[in-house]
């Protein structure tokens, strides 16, 4: 079954601490991408990538950073994790050659940094 | 530039009452919009969209949408709220240069009374 996955959903952890957010797609898409929400708020892209070697920054400036070298998979890494990381991090892909641009999400990571 | 505003931050309705939830969008373009659902604790789901196609959108579970160009309008509506219609609602256009990425509004929750 064609499906995007993220791990963990819940995440709490202190200050400091590395953590690596996994997000992977069984659908092939080509374009994968990384949002933060906060709660109520609206989604802002924070990472895009293309393909295999390629990774963009968003319209949100972050502190993360996320890596690319399989089709299927695209985790997202905060060195230094700090409270204000504090947010729900959603992870989408979607084919590259529509117009369409349908993105499909996977379920999230609600990330808490104390 | 892309950008959707969401007029409703909340909207409540009686169950087997009709729907409105209002969306007004700029673009640079001929602009690709949707409307995505999340219900709590899940992804991001898409209802609909539209692509310069027929202006009236039929999506899942009921709802459609009327693309008007005159009013740069795209409000989601459905005949009559069922209490699982209960979730935030995301208008969203997409970004119709290279990069097609998508700029979500700030969110509409929908509450359903009983």
């Known amino acids: 079954e064609a499906d995007i996955y993220q791990t963990p959903r819940y995440l709490v952890i202190g200050t400091g601490k590395k953590i690596t957010l996994e997000c992977s797609q069984t659908?092939?898409?080509?374009?994968m991408y990384w949002y933060q929400q906060d709660p109520g708020m609206e989604l802002h892209l924070i990472h895009y990538?293309?393909?295999?070697?390629?990774?963009e920054k968003g319209d949100l400036s972050s502190e993360s950073t996320v890596s690319r070298i399989r089709t299927e998979h695209f985790p997202l890494t905060l060195e230094s994790a700090r409270p204000s990381h504090t947010s729900q991090y959603l992870c989408?892909?979607?084919?590259?050659?529509?117009?369409?641009?349908?993105?499909?999400f996977g379920p999230g990571t609600r990330l808490t940094v104390l | 530039a892309q950008s959707v505003t969401q007029l409703d931050s909340h909207v409540s309705v009686s169950e087997g009452t009709p729907v409105l939830l209002r969306c007004n969008y700029s673009?640079?373009?001929?602009?690709?919009l949707f409307w995505y659902v999340q219900h709590p604790n899940k992804g991001l789901q898409l209802l609909l969209k539209?692509?310069?196609?027929?202006?009236l959108v039929k999506g899942i579970n009921g709802f459609e949408a009327e693309f008007k160009k005159s009013e740069t309008s795209f409000h989601l509506t459905k005949p009559s709220a069922h209490m699982s219609d209960a979730a935030e609602y995301f208008c969203?256009?997409?970004?119709?240069?290279?990069?097609?990425?998508?700029?979500f509004g700030t969110g509409t929750r929908l509450t359903v009374i009983p």
């Open positions: 659908m092939g898409h080509d374009k």
């Open positions: 989408a892909s979607s084919e590259w050659d529509t117009i369409y641009n349908e993105q499909f």
């Open positions: 969203v256009v997409s970004d119709q240069t290279g990069a097609n990425n998508l700029f």
């Open positions: 673009s640079s373009y001929s602009p690709s």
């Open positions: 539209y692509t310069s196609a027929a202006t």
């Open positions: 990538s293309y393909g295999v070697n390629s990774t």
